[in-house]
């Protein structure tokens, strides 16, 4: 099985060493008034060719822009959408993380590009292909709350926020994108929903061009609906071994016929695995793919951990296809 | 039923007994010294003095406000998990991690065996029962949150870190009650984010509590009670304090469903906002919960720790509770 090396989303913007402080700094002057939007968006400018350039040392074959200039997950894409306030902070998911909550006061729409500024500085600075990542449609919707004169409920939400995210995805595609990955980790709090997000996605599918089209579910286990997932309009699945003691038995046993981003690198936890378990899980895999090919990837975005730490995981990608290597010859 | 218990242990408390959760924002003179001793111009000791000058200042506003069990303030701490993380053995205190926007902190990482080294919070404790007659309470952070809010490496699993860490952490709570502590509030925010693990928070109380002799409070806040209610009842302890006003008291809706069946710390007042609630609103609040629940049951405080609002604002606020509280037991 031919592997490719990946990062899954995110990445650290912060480290401990000064230079790595940057962005915190600025944002911080900012505030005060002593600096201005210009410096911070310098500072996002250097911290995403710092993420670039530890992606590539690490030698991964498909890099991201880290996301470095997203506030968090949701109200990065959503803020910017017609018809969409940003509200109060609340968790995501069980990370001790924040996001800023949408509130949806008319029907969300798309008047500008969301990302592709982002993939064109990112693409100018990297010479591996760049990923682009959305929050899904669904996911968004989940988080977004609507406003009692809203944009009515959230079936209507989810629509909207499809439509503006298709248009996205044409833009990115347009734009030069080899791959989109839509994050979907609210499916796997609510697997009952997957023909909302199996119709969601058709749509983005159908604007994405030569652009490859990744969907991404993790925080919680995909084994029980593995089989639909596998029936999903999609070029590559992305999934999160984390949190299942059975995904890489379900994986073998039913097989893949869509090449599999597999997440058997933990983005939430600094502990590195054993390379010879993760060789023997990739083994077992590998007997069920038939694409011959599938990614090794963290497990979620590296920004929940320290910047040495989501370094050292990257490394440990690299370490892990060498072994696996070794075993197959 | 817990109020035989406050008897049996010698506590006298009025209706509606009035607390905080834990932590007051810190006065500008702890800030200022606190500024100084990371940039290395105080010694620990110093600091140190002026973390007690702080602690003075909160139990005197206290006992001024008329507050019947009080709080040390966690004037010492920086944050909930690190400072214990920081004083067991067992952690390292890993790189920075983003909380949201541009705030980032230090997340522990555990990375060898659990273990307690001797008393971490008892001296703040008796410093500060030093200076008053009214209990107060020894506040401590549970087993499941500080495994929730580290990394793991030296330990299989969550459960094996939990249970690990709250066989360490009842070795504090010995030397609390020793030391003369009757009322202790275990903090455990994060049960309510994983339901499915609530057992393992449930256990890890069972190993922190079990047999000793003190009231147990454990705080809960900001997460998805629905999922965990009524099953977060089997942890042992006497009293939930519970962040209420922030959620619009939707958890009353709950307890008509499911009878609640411990005391309560009852949370009137909204931490999040600058604005100081009316009495009156806070009256309401109060009231509302009278629907539900005994008035025997009920304790009265805010809805979460006080440290992110101004001093002034954070006296106000416990200044409207304790009004409230005390004009309702007649």
Known sequence: MELLLANHSSYPRIGDDPDQQLLRRTITQRDKGEKDDADVHAAEDRLTEQALAEQSAARLDVVTDGLVRWYDPISHLAGQLAGVRINGLLRFFDTNTYFRQPIVQARPQRTTPLLVDELKFAQARSSQPVKMVLTGPYTLARHSMEASDGAGGFTEVLEAYTEALAEEVGALAAAGAGWIQVDEPSLLKQPGDISLVERSLHALAARKGSAQLALSVYFGDPAPIYDRLQALPVDLLVLDFTYSPHLVETVATRGAGKTLGLGLIDGRNTRLEDPARVVRQLEKIAMGTKSGRAWLTPSCGLEYLPRDRARKKLHHLAAIKKTFLGSAA | ?330
């Open chain 2, 1 to 330: 039923m817990s109020r035989a218990k406050l008897e049996q242990l010698g506590i006298e408390l009025p209706l509606f007994p009035t607390t905080s959760v834990g932590s007051f924002p810190k006065p500008d003179f702890l800030m200022k010294a606190r500024g100084d001793f990371a940039k290395k111009l105080i010694s620990r000791a110093d600091l140190e003095r002026v973390e007690r000058q702080a602690t003075e200042f909160w139990i005197r506003q206290q006992e001024k406000l008329g507050v019947d069990v009080l709080v040390d303030g966690e004037m010492y701490r920086g944050d909930m998990v690190a400072y214990f993380a920081e004083n067991l053995e067992g952690f390292e205190i890993g790189g920075l991690v983003r909380s949201y926007g541009n705030r980032y902190y230090h997340k522990p990482i555990i990375n060898g065996e659990v273990r307690w080294k001797g008393p971490i919070t008892v001296d703040w404790w008796k410093y500060a029962q030093s200076l008053t007659g009214k209990p107060v309470k020894g506040m401590l952070t549970g087993a499941y949150t500080v495994m929730d809010w580290s990394f793991i490496e030296s330990y299989p699993g969550r459960r094996a870190a939990t249970l690990a860490l709250a066989r360490e952490i009842r070795k504090e709570v010995e030397a609390l009650i020793q030391a003369g502590a009757k009322i202790i509030q275990i903090d455990e925010p994060a049960v309510s984010v994983r339901p499915e693990e609530l057992p393992v928070a449930i256990e890890a109380m069972h190993v922190t509590t079990d047999g000793l002799a003190a009231y147990f409070i454990t705080h809960i806040c900001y997460g998805a009670f629905e999922h965990i209610y009524p099953e977060m009842l089997k942890l042992p302890v006497d009293n939930f304090d519970l962040e209420m006003s922030n959620s619009g008291l939707d958890l009353l809706a709950l307890f008509q469903k499911q009878p609640y069946t411990k005391d309560i710390s009852f949370g009137v007042v909204d931490v999040h906002t600058h604005l100081v609630e009316a009495e009156s609103l806070v009256e309401q609040r109060l009231r509302q919960a009278l629907e539900t629940l005994p008035k025997e049951a009920i304790w009265v405080d805010p809805d979460c720790g006080l440290k992110t609002r101004t001093v002034d604002e954070a006296i106000a606020k416990m200044q409207a509770l304790v009004h409230v509280a005390q004009g309702l037991r007649h």
